[in-house]
């Protein structure tokens, strides 16, 4: 099997040759779309693994700002005209031009919730849903509409698909209730329209720093995705026990905090071995719990990489 073989029988659940594996990281004061392609590259042909996660770096342009709850129904959301979108395009055709065909190759994208926060700020937000969350919601409405139609946009370059960051279910910010009025029915929309373009879904179910990383994991059971991923370490929630509540396909199984990061070489060897002894590795892809630091040396992950397709 070639990688992109690899993945697409992992994704269906059937047999492969070999585990699938793809770690993925910020690359530090690189902002320049051709020294991010290149950085982008260079990982991913100095660890062999197999595929790319295409970063997010460019911010979220919004045309509005928003002072009170009321400047929520004003909001023009980002369009394909925006500044980030085009130089997410031409860093997604760099790498496609590259590597396009030989493995499956995914772009991040952050909902139209956290989209919201970069383009203004989290306490801002957080308050303004609690004192006018029908105001919020029309915003939010607006921002994943023009969300999806870039979505739209990133497909239609050649990706295999979008590596979808979903957010804002960490215990403490939401009740369910209000995370379902807020927050879901906005990612549905930017997640129904991969569907409807017939790409493949990377569910990643995202906790922020301030939250200890921590989510309601069980709330995203019904958002439409070909793998799913998440903090299992931070959660306490079992690679095993996510493959049987989701019933889908799961990447993950390393803590990105972890041994990866500070331990030696033989140590990470050790450790994916025995994530991968004591996990059904049909319908798997080895992974990080998150996005691995930036500083992180290039050769730890090599070594998990090769420990992962060394594994029989």
Same mark, same amino acid.
């Given at each position: 099997?070639?990688?992109?073989?690899?993945?697409?029988?992992?994704?269906?659940?059937?047999? %492969?040759?070999?585990?699938?594996? $793809?770690?993925?990281?910020?690359?530090?004061?690189?902002?320049?779309?051709?020294?991010?392609?290149?950085?982008?590259?260079?990982?991913?042909? !100095?660890?062999?693994?197999?595929?790319?996660?295409?970063?997010?770096?460019?911010?979220?342009?919004?045309?509005?700002?928003?002072?009170?709850?009321?400047?929520?129904?004003?909001?023009?959301?980002?369009?394909?005209?925006?500044?980030?979108?085009?130089?997410?395009?031409?860093?997604?055709?760099?790498?496609?031009?590259?590597?396009?065909?030989?493995?499956?190759?995914?772009?991040?994208?952050?909902?139209?919730?956290?989209?919201?926060?970069?383009?203004?700020?989290?306490? &801002?937000?957080?308050?303004?849903?609690?004192?006018?969350?029908?105001? %919020?919601?029309?915003?939010?409405?607006?921002?994943?509409? $023009?969300?999806?139609?870039?979505?739209? $946009?990133?497909?239609?370059?050649?990706?295999?698909?979008?590596?979808?960051?979903? !957010?804002?279910?960490?215990?403490?910010?939401?009740?369910?209730? !209000?995370?379902?009025? &807020? %927050?879901?029915?906005?990612? &549905?929309?930017?997640?129904?329209?991969?569907?409807?373009?017939?790409?493949?879904?990377? &569910?990643?179910?995202?906790?922020?720093?301030?939250?200890?990383f921590k989510t309601n994991i069980e709330w995203y059971q019904d958002y439409p995705a070909d793998l799913v991923n998440w903090a299992v370490h931070k959660n306490n929630y079992s690679l095993e026990k996510g493959r049987k509540f989701f019933n889908k396909p799961i990447l993950g199984g390393i803590d990105n905090r972890g041994t990866i990061y500070t331990g030696t070489h033989d140590q990470i060897a050790n450790e994916v071995t025995d994530v991968l002894k004591s996990n059904d590795l049909t319908g798997f892809v080895a992974g990080a719990d998150c996005t691995l630091s930036g500083?992180?040396?290039?050769?730890?992950?090599?070594?998990?990489?090769?420990? %992962?397709?060394?594994?029989?």
């Open positions: 099997m070639n990688k992109f073989e690899r993945m697409k029988a992992a994704i269906e659940a059937k047999p %492969v040759d070999k585990v699938p594996v $793809g770690f993925w990281l910020h690359f530090p004061g690189v902002e320049e779309v051709n020294e991010l392609r290149e950085a982008h590259i260079h990982m991913y042909r !100095q660890t062999n693994m197999d595929l790319i996660k295409i970063m997010y770096e460019y911010g979220y342009d919004m045309e509005t700002s928003v002072k009170t709850p009321s400047d929520w129904y004003r909001i023009k959301p980002a369009t394909r005209k925006s500044s980030f979108y085009k130089k997410q395009v031409d860093l997604i055709k760099g790498i496609l031009d590259e590597c396009g065909g030989e493995c499956m190759i995914f772009s991040t994208m952050y909902g139209p919730f956290k989209s919201a926060v970069i383009a203004t700020e989290d306490a &801002l937000l957080m308050e303004h849903s609690k004192e006018n969350p029908k105001a %919020v919601c029309a915003g939010i409405n607006a921002i994943a509409e $023009g969300l999806a139609d870039i979505a739209q $946009g990133y497909l239609e370059q050649g990706l295999d698909g979008i590596y979808y960051a979903a !957010q804002f279910s960490e215990p403490g910010r939401f009740s369910r209730s !209000q995370w379902e009025t &807020l %927050v879901k029915p906005y990612d &549905l929309k930017i997640l129904n329209t991969i569907s409807e373009a017939e790409k493949y879904t990377i &569910l990643h179910i995202c906790g922020e720093r301030e939250y200890d500083d992180i040396e290039i050769d730890k992950i090599k070594t998990a990489v090769e420990a %992962v397709h060394n594994f029989k």
